[in-house]
């Protein structure tokens, strides 16, 4: 049967590293999802695309598949690490009210859309805007915008509404632009990054159900996909996320505020840059 790949490829020796590094790759977007509220997507997304390359998976769909199989990761996890943060009464709960609806919407859309973006164009969303939120966030003094957020209803969902497209074609949980947002809005970075996991699972649900709808028709997939989302690599790798986000929350409450953006900045531009180079 053609599967669309390289089916000699699957030994036993292959398929324990495979599975093992996927188990890692759930161990990294755990810890980084609780740590800086970004739902473990930029550990996720390019970690998959490596992995899919190797097997020589369509290159049509390669993109397609780490981000939808990245945000149903999200999915879990951002629940397990929202909350380890509510717990610690950093959910801003009208901020949550304010900005979700259009979240909801926007990333909707985005997976949606998503039928009609090219692989390529997946990968330079992704590359271009991680590489500039993080320079943003290595800066030493990061941009500020005002000391408050805005006033006007219609400008945060605005301001909501981009974050939530973006961030589902880049198969992140919206930390990756929350945080920085509401940085530069003054708003307190640990309260920051445990609203902004609330936030991801407000993006990852619709965004995988655009995802799933875009590819139900695509050839060359793995097998055992639902649309663009690998059903296998979600089992491996959301269980052990959901499990070490509440270790990334605890560090993230024992840090300081400055080293948790350099952590921030510095993992975001790795996998920016290697996007941007594939």
Do not use: C
């Not at 939530?164 to 929350?178: A, D, H, P």
């Amino acid at each position: 049967m053609d599967f669309g790949f390289d089916t000699s490829v699957f030994d036993g020796l292959t398929i324990a590293m495979l599975v093992a590094g996927l188990a890692m790759t759930g161990v990294a977007s755990g810890v980084l999802a609780g740590l800086l509220g970004v739902g473990g997507g930029i550990v996720i997304v390019p970690v998959l695309f490596w992995v899919l390359s190797l097997f020589h998976f369509s290159p049509d769909v390669i993109s397609h598949l780490a981000v939808a199989t990245s945000l149903a990761v999200i999915i879990p996890t951002s629940i397990s690490s929202m909350r380890s943060h509510n717990r610690r009464g950093n959910v801003d709960r009208p901020l949550l009210n304010l900005w979700g609806p259009a979240i909801f919407v926007s990333a909707l859309v985005g997976g949606i859309m998503s039928k009609f973006i090219p692989g390529a164009g997946l990968r330079l969303v992704f590359g271009v805007v991680g590489l500039l939120v993080a320079v943003n966030m290595a800066l030493p003094k990061h941009l500020v915008i005002s000391d408050h957020l805005p006033q006007s209803g219609w400008i945060n969902r605005a301001i909501a509404s981009v974050i939530g497209f973006v961030s589902s074609l880049m198969g992140i949980g919206g930390g990756t632009l929350s945080v920085p947002t509401l940085s530069s809005f003054s708003f307190p970075v640990h309260r920051a990054v445990g609203t902004s996991s609330a936030l991801g699972l407000l993006i990852a649900l619709p965004a995988v159900a655009g995802f799933i709808w875009s590819g139900l028709e695509i050839a060359g997939r793995p097998p055992l996909s639902l649309g663009y989302v690998s059903l296998p690599a979600v089992a491996i790798i959301a269980p052990v996320s959901f499990l070490f986000a509440p270790l990334g929350a605890r560090l993230a409450h024992a840090l300081n505020p400055r080293y948790l953006k350099l952590a921030f900045a510095f993992f975001l531009a790795i996998t920016a840059g290697r996007m941007l180079l594939s």
